[in-house]
């Protein structure tokens, strides 16, 4: 017998003007970003444990896979993320459970979407006690999942875009401690941002963590003081007064420079497949590209198009015809959602 079904859902994120001054390495920074869907859906299907019921299956949809684990002895070797969310979070006493993940974000496409996985995952165990997170400690706890449990390299404002949804400015003031400001906007400029935005996906994955890793490398004894970093965090503040002026060519500007400076932060962030959607974007007049989340040889970049909407499909047919592909963009206004069926 099925005794509660518990759903959470948590946006994605794109256009993360100031990126890498969220990290332990960059100490201080600040962040523009935007939360959007396709967003992370996770579905709890708890039961009392009977004699022979496995306490718990994981299954993980976008990759047909799913399996049982035993909550007392957790192994990370499948789906890391999710295995240590569960051991963090633990499980009731005498509870089945059986865990569902599903996105329509392409896995490793640099949106945040293992970010997003921690934080909805979170939310719904939260559910299943007394207590409850609010969306900072559930951005905080899904943080630390990945950074203390599981020994990568993560900033903190995916998680935050995950928890509050919309479209923020995150202050890092020592890392990881952070404030977030959701930028309210007229919903004219809500509806024009979504209908200019197009997200191209290059057809591959990234390795976040490992990327962090290859950037630290270069940047020296006291990364915290490099010249490319403040340049990061002053867009940062550059996009949010661009936003606030509702000077959208100037926010194109701003991510052409974001993506000039995420060049010169390592050669190896604006891989040649980015290049060439750049190049693209602009025969059809794009105002800017935005490299998302860490860059590298996978991922994907988030375009802001003239407003000439059939302009913006030419140039999505166009990207298509390269073997590129494009994601619909729904900006999200709200951050992590938990509710349980009723029936």
């Not at 496995?54 to 007392?72: F, H, K, M, R, T």
């Not at 963590?209 to 940047?219: A, C, F, Q």
Request: charged content about 25%; aromatic content about 6%.
């Amino acid at each position: 017998m099925i005794d509660r079904i518990i759903n959470a859902v948590a946006p994605t994120r794109i256009c993360d003007v100031g990126g890498w001054t969220d990290t332990h390495f960059a100490r201080h920074g600040a962040v523009f970003n935007v939360a959007i869907y396709p967003y992370v859906e996770v579905q709890l299907t708890a039961r009392s444990r009977g004699d022979s019921d496995e306490q718990l299956v994981i299954s993980a949809e976008n990759y047909g896979v799913s399996y049982s684990l035993d909550p007392e002895r957790i192994v990370y070797e499948k789906h890391p993320i999710l295995e240590a969310a569960v051991k963090v979070m633990g499980l009731p006493a005498e509870t089945a459970l059986r865990i569902n993940i599903f996105s329509y974000a392409p896995p490793g496409a640099s949106m945040g979407t293992s970010a997003a996985v921690s934080v909805a995952l979170v939310g719904a165990l939260d559910a299943l006690t007394e207590g409850r997170l609010t969306p900072h400690q559930a951005a905080q706890l899904a943080h630390s999942i990945e950074t203390k449990e599981l020994g990568l390299e993560c900033g903190v404002q995916d998680q935050l875009a995950s928890a509050y949804g919309g479209i923020n400015f995150i202050e890092i003031t020592d890392f990881p401690h952070s404030s977030i400001s959701g930028l309210s906007v007229p919903d004219s400029l809500w509806w024009e941002l979504e209908q200019r935005l197009l997200l191209a996906y290059i057809g591959k994955p990234h390795d976040s963590s490992e990327i962090h890793k290859m950037v630290i490398r270069d940047l020296g004894d006291n990364p915290h003081r490099d010249s490319r970093l403040e340049a990061l965090r002053q867009l940062a503040v550059r996009a949010k007064n661009a936003l606030y002026d509702r000077d959208v060519v100037l926010l194109g500007r701003v991510f052409d420079e974001n993506t000039d400076v995420q060049r010169a932060l390592h050669p190896g962030l604006v891989c040649d497949d980015f290049e060439n959607i750049i190049s693209i974007a602009k025969d059809f007049q794009a105002t800017g590209c935005k490299v998302n989340g860490a860059g590298g040889d996978g991922g994907s970049i988030a375009i802001l198009t003239d407003g000439d909407m059939a302009g913006k499909r030419r140039l999505q047919r166009a990207l298509e015809e390269k073997g590129y592909q494009t994601l619909p963009v729904y900006l999200s206004r709200r951050g992590l959602r938990v509710w349980e069926n009723r029936e």
